[in-house]
């Protein structure tokens, strides 16, 4: 299975984002420049690496032990160039993949944390159904050719389950035919109302909440804090 992130950074987060860059991993010159942004994404690959070891966001059947991560690639948009007070939006991308050591059969669920509100397209493996579903909101189901795609948000509790089955037709293994889970977010400042990259709906972001800034936060407390003007 891979998951895919999408993250947009509006306004003063933009901001914040590109100072703690240049603290964290620059030469705090008030400027972000290439290879401090190399070295921010291997230190956020590291970091999602010991995150997910702590606190693992996909489990299968309510637990994480057959859950494995063997892949995490993180890519820091070039947008992010310049003087760390630039406020211009940030769209940054990452990518986990896992491989589920457990065979997937009739009523098994998988459970997925993400970021409250955010936006969320999971296109299952070739020959799965669903049988339903926790915590998608303004839910959507297609048929993109042997696979069914499911489109909605994380809902406030920031999680989804799935209960998924085997088609008569073809019986696999997850393993063998990946699946795949897309998350969107994006952040809106006090100065601009945004709304959320497919569903339309306004999520409130006051918080910084997202998946690269969490992942910052929680290794620097100063980004909880505006940077200096």
């Known amino acids: 299975?891979?998951?895919e992130y999408q993250e947009q950074v509006t306004g003063?987060?933009?901001v914040i984002f590109r100072n703690l860059i240049d603290l964290q991993e620059g030469n705090r010159d008030n400027f972000v420049n290439a290879?401090?942004?190399l070295k921010a994404e291997t230190f956020l690959r590291n970091q999602t690496k010991e995150t997910l070891r702590a606190k693992p966001d996909?489990?299968?059947n309510g637990t994480s032990e057959p859950v494995k991560v063997t892949d995490v690639d993180f890519c820091i948009s070039k947008e992010t160039l310049?003087?760390?007070l630039k406020n211009s939006s940030i769209t940054n991308s990452a990518s986990v993949s896992?491989?589920?050591e457990n065979e997937i059969g009739q009523g098994t669920d998988i459970w997925f944390m993400g970021t409250p509100n955010s936006n969320a397209t999971i296109t299952l493996p070739a020959g799965f159904d669903v049988e339903r579903t926790e915590g998608l909101d303004n839910k959507s189901q297609e048929s993109a050719g042997n696979r069914i795609v499911l489109k909605g948000s994380f809902s406030p509790e920031k999680n989804i389950t799935l209960w998924i089955s085997e088609n008569e037709s073809s019986k696999t293994k997850l393993p063998e035919k990946q699946g795949?889970?897309?998350q969107n977010t994006e952040n809106k400042s006090k100065e601009t109302e945004n709304k959320t990259i497919v569903a339309g709906e306004i999520a409130e972001t006051?918080?910084?909440s997202g998946y690269f800034k969490d992942i910052l936060r929680d290794v620097s407390p100063w980004f909880s804090r505006s940077p200096k003007s």
């Open 1 to 3: 299975m891979t998951w």
């Open 12 to 14: 003063n987060e933009s």
């Open 35 to 37: 290879w401090e942004i």
């Open 58 to 60: 996909v489990k299968l």
């Open 82 to 84: 310049g003087k760390t």
């Open 98 to 100: 896992y491989i589920f």
């Open 180 to 182: 795949k889970v897309e």
């Open 206 to 208: 006051q918080n910084f």
